[in-house]
């Protein structure tokens, strides 16, 4: 029972900022598309612009070759705003009822909008309980990075506490 779960919230690689992650070290990983969170990866929480050096992190990778999709559980003109900017594609939830990330739906769409098969795609992200929890299900290659924000709303807050338990429990992985 425990080894299933650990694989599920262990992340492949992590590395401390999205702009931190070696994209030749991606490249010789064969991977060719990333499916990369946009709230507290691109943009801090409760902030409205991106970061200049997650900006600049992605047009390095849009222009070095890599198929980039945006995936958020924010609503879509916020999610689609940014991805025009970076010339990226995007999936975002939806409707305030309708549930996202970690659901493998928003994942499945993401692959299906990047055109690029399972084993050369990548997730990047700032969350164990959706991002990479969501990567794994679906046998991606899950890069875990530091939140750009210590703020948080109340909920996520509350899940960073068990997140820091599972990354205790799972120990150190590699660096991207």
């Known amino acids: 029972m425990l080894r299933p779960m650990r694989r599920l919230l262990t992340p492949t690689l992590r590395s401390e900022r999205l702009w931190t992650v070696s994209l030749a070290a991606l ?82 769409r993401g692959l299906a ?18 991002d990479v929890l969501g990567g794994n299900a679906l046998g991606l290659t899950t890069i875990l990075v530091r939140p750009l924000s210590a703020r948080e709303f109340i909920g996520t807050r509350v899940t960073r506490l068990m997140e820091r338990l599972v990354l205790r429990w799972i120990g150190a992985v590699d660096s991207a």
Do not use: Y
Request: glycine share 12%.
């Open 27 to 108: 490249r010789a990983r064969n991977l060719r598309a990333l499916l990369v969170d946009v709230d507290n990866t691109i943009i801090p929480t409760g902030g409205h612009e991106p970061n200049t050096d997650a900006l600049d992190w992605l047009a390095r990778a849009h222009s070095g070759g890599f198929a980039l999709c945006l995936l958020s559980n924010a609503r879509p003109p916020r999610v689609a705003a940014l991805a025009e900017r970076v010339g990226a594609a995007w999936v975002s939830k939806g409707p305030w009822w309708m549930p996202g990330k970690p659901l493998g739906w928003i994942f499945r």
């Open 113 to 130: 909008r990047l055109g690029a098969p399972q084993g050369t795609v990548a997730v990047i992200g700032d969350q164990v309980f959706t």
